[in-house]
Each structure stands twice: as C-alpha cells, then as structure tokens.
C-alpha cells in the first residue's frame, strides 16, 4: 500500500495525473490584427502574451468565423454559426427563427451549459454579442455569473457617448441592466479585468472554474490611455511601409510563414502622398491601437497573477484568440463616427476608426480584413497554455489547422464533459469541430474540410487547398495555402475541375448547415 501511495503521489506530481479538473480560461480579443503580438511578429509590447507562446503551443493556421457575431456563436457552441442561429449579425429576437435569426437558438448548447453540469463555476466578463435580449443573455444560457457589453462596441472610457447621439448599447450585470459608472480613470478592458478577477476570488477553492473573458479591444472607437498613445507615436512617426517591412521579416524569422513569402503592397495608402495632417492623424490611430492592444496584455497579466497566487495557474487551460481580423470600416483612412465629438484621437471625446490601411497594417502580410474570408479576415492568432500539461510542448508551434468550431470539443474532452444529445427534452445538433487535445501532445493534424459563409463572403478549405469568393454571384478564386499563404496566385483558370469539386462540396456543406 506504502509503495502504491507513493507511485501516485509521483504520477501527481509529475502531472500524469491532475489533482482535479483543470480551470479553463479562454480569452477572446476583438478585430486584433493576426501579427500585432510581439509573439506573432508585431512591434507591440504583448510580454505576458508572448509568455504563454513561449511555453505553449502556437498555431500558425487557426480559423475563426471571419466576424464578430459568428464567430462567438462558433466559439461558445462548438457549430457552425448558421446551426446555432448566428448565420450573419445580432437581432433584436424579433426575427423569424432560422439561420439567420440573430441570437443563439435552442437547439445548440454553449460551453457553460456543458461545463456546469460537471461541477464548473462558469463565469463570462466581457463582450456577449450573441443575443441582445433577454431570454438571450449569458445568464439565460448556463452561466453563474456575468458582467459586461451585451451588445456590439462601445466608448471606451463612458458608454453614453456612442457611435451615433442616439446610439443604446446593453450593458449587464447577471440578470438586470447596469451603466458603469463613469470617472476619470474608468477604461473598460480594465473594468472586465476587475470583474473577472473578482469571480475568479469568490470561487470556492475545491469547484473548478470556466472564465470567458471577451474583450472588446482592440476593437474601435479608438480609445486607450494618454500615456500609453503617448509611448507608441515614435514608433508610428514613418507610417506603416516600416512598420509592415520589420513585421513581415519577423514572421519569417518566428517560422510563422514559408521562406521566401513575399511581402505584397497590400491596400494601404501611399503615406509620401497623404498631407502632413494625415500622416499625424494616422500616426496617431496606429499608436492608440497598439496602445489597446498593449493595454490588454497588461490586463491578462493581472489576471495570471491571480492564478498564481491562489495556486492554480498549473492547472489551467487558456486559450487566446481573436474573433476576427483588423477591421477595415471605413474608407482607407477610417473615419470619424461623431464629428461632434472634438477630443483627441484616442480620448473619451473622439470615436474613430483606422480604416483599410490601418487594418492591412495590423493584418500584415495575410489578404483583406474583418468580414472577408480570406485569410485576413477569418485566420487568428491561437496561444494554448496548459502548464501542468503541456511542460514538454513548451514554445511548441503547429501547422495543424483548427477552427473556432473546435473549441467546444477541446474543453469538453479536457473537462471530462459528455457533450449532450438533448438538453431539456430538446434535441441538440451534433458537435461540427474537433478536439484539439491531441495536437497539444505534439500529433500532427489531420486534412480538414472547413467552410465560412457571412453575408455573401463564402470560403471552403480541403487540405491544404481553398476556394474562396467576396460574393455570391463572383467566381471562385482558389489556392494552395502550402506554398501560397497570402493567397496571391488563383488557380482556378489551371485548375477548373478542382474548383467544380470544391464548389460542389461547399454547396452541399452550406445547405446542410442552412445558408441562404
């Protein structure tokens, strides 16, 4: 008996065999650029970021839903975004029920309602987007506790001074609708940051907890503390060719892309042309950006302090990403939403937006923005930490190709959770995505078939191969991602009877998931 307790104490303390369930955390970023990390290329200072990258696993091909609203419904859910109602963007709930519907259906379950019922706390801090009303919130759909942004984007520093004058945005606390309250040092990325810390404190040292911390940064308005705007404007002062140029030849030196890749022009304007005011504008929407991102890198830290000190940062699963690429809107130079807001690029009266050159910036070197399926706007970055796990993957990067989709079945398998077949008497539609355990132990992946669909943008990758097109009625473009990851040689004139098959399995993909 002696020498049975000792070999387990061994195996336990070796990690073979977890003490408990591990905590989950996944933390999701808004419209962050796919090499605006320290750890994915980019000059902004990410050091707890680039920390979990380092003694972790980084994937090289993630896939999300190529914008906000879907890709959550994906993220939570483990469907694609027209089986659980998210086919295009949030409704009221006033619409008929169907793909397209607005909010998450009642025949899709979500992470919280799956982890519950195994002894998770399940706790959100951030940004919903997948259900404006009530009974559509994160308390209505399995979690304990919630607080943050039930709807879209929002001001940063005070949530009554929106896109437009008239503009509502929903913001709640578990069950009942709140406004936090404004003050000199209010900035929302810390404001989930507090919250989220505070649940983590009030969880009860035996139960094991789910945390979805969804940011809205880097997503405009363009808002971040004046300091930090203020540390980032040298590093801005020449535009973006530099900016784009040292990125480009980080990723190839990080492994990130194919030697050789070439850096093409990409949908920026020619800075030497724009006016002298333009370039100080630009400089400045690049710098406050950067200062977003860095701001909630900072907040990610004090929330793995946290982890720390009570002693279970070991046992944690984290998973980082981005629901979508840089975002493009407006006009190549962005644009100012309220004219009538006259405060600086960056402060509480101003709301802003970085444009198409902005986006290609922080998107650097991969094709088009937020809504888009090409790689710009559905690939994202992915930093998976496990440290009790994953000690000898540490720094590990994969070309294994995964999806948002595969999120549900990554934590389901780590948890030890049964996805449901019926939740309530209902029956729930069969899990779409793959768990992504054994790529964490160092396995190769497999060939996925993967499809995108959001408002007329449509994509289908098979292998290594992708079809990909900016409307329904345009011809296909298609592309080995192998040997041409920035998608800058269509095949499809050599190559037409692949396009037809790629085409045919796309058609009977969107039917059976219900695009329209």
Not at 153 to 175: L, S
Not at 290 to 301: C, T
Request: include cysteine; proline fraction near 8%; hydrophobic fraction near 35%.
């Amino acid at each position: 008996m002696k020498c049975l307790l000792i070999l387990l104490l061994s195996l336990v303390s070796a990690g073979a065999i977890p003490l408990r369930k591990p905590d989950m955390l996944v933390i999701l970023a808004d419209d962050l650029g796919w090499s605006d990390l320290g750890c994915y290329g980019g000059e902004i200072e990410t050091p707890v970021l680039d920390s979990l990258a380092a003694k972790g696993v980084r994937f090289r091909q993630f896939y999300n839903g190529a914008r906000c609203c879907p890709s959550r419904a994906a993220l939570l859910t483990g469907l694609y975004p027209h089986q659980a109602g998210m086919g295009g963007m949030v409704d009221s709930g006033d619409g008929s029920p169907g793909p397209y519907q607005g909010y998450l259906n009642d025949r899709c379950v979500t992470l919280a309602e799956v982890l519950k019922p195994v002894g998770y706390r399940t706790l959100l801090a951030g940004k919903w987007h997948v259900g404006e009303q009530r009974p559509n919130w994160p308390i209505d759909r399995g979690f304990d506790h919630s607080y943050g942004l039930i709807s879209g984007a929002m001001n940063y520093f005070d949530i009554r001074k929106g896109k437009t004058p008239n503009t509502h945005r929903i913001f709640a606390e578990d069950d009942r609708e709140i406004q936090p309250v404004a003050h000199p040092d209010y900035y929302v990325t810390d404001d989930f940051t507090d919250h989220a810390l505070a649940m983590l404190r009030a969880t009860p040292d035996h139960q094991p907890f789910f945390l979805y911390l969804a940011y809205t940064a880097p997503h405009w308005p363009l808002h971040a503390p004046e300091a930090l705007i203020q540390k980032y404007l040298p590093r801005y002062a020449q535009g973006w060719d530099p900016i784009r140029q040292a990125r480009h030849q980080r990723l190839l030196d990080l492994g990130l892309l194919p030697p050789n890749t070439p850096l093409p022009p990409g949908e920026v304007s020619s800075w030497n042309d724009l006016e002298e005011s333009q370039r100080k504008q630009m400089s400045r929407k690049l710098a406050t950006h950067a200062a977003m991102v860095e701001r909630m890198d900072q907040n990610i830290g004090r929330v793995l302090d946290e982890l720390h000190r009570s002693g279970r940062l070991e046992n944690t699963l984290i998973l980082f990403l981005s629901d979508n690429g840089a975002s493009a809107e407006e006009g190549p130079l962005g644009k100012n939403f309220r004219p009538d807001l006259t405060g600086p690029i960056g402060s509480v009266d101003s709301y802003q937006s970085f444009g198409r050159s902005g986006a290609a910036t922080a998107n650097t070197p991969l094709r088009k923005f937020k809504k888009f399926t090409e790689e710009g706007g559905c690939r994202t970055p992915l930093i998976i930490s496990w440290p009790l796990t994953l000690r000898h993957q540490s720094g590990h990067g994969t070309d294994a190709v995964g999806h948002v989709i595969d999120i549900m079945p990554t934590l389901c398998e780590a948890a030890g959770a049964s996805y449901p077949k019926t939740l309530q008497g209902r029956p729930i539609q069969a899990l779409e995505g793959q768990s992504l355990i054994p790529i964490l132990k160092g396995e190769a992946g497999t060939d996925r078939h993967l499809g995108w669909e959001h408002l007329g943008h449509a994509a289908w990758r098979q292998g290594s191969l992708k079809v990909v097109r900016d409307q329904a009625t345009a011809p296909w473009e298609l592309y080995d991602l192998a040997n041409d990851p920035l998608e800058l040689h269509n095949l499809a004139p050599e190559r037409p009877e692949t396009v037809k098959d790629m085409d045919a399995e796309w058609t009977a993909w969107a039917t059976r998931i219900g695009v329209r």
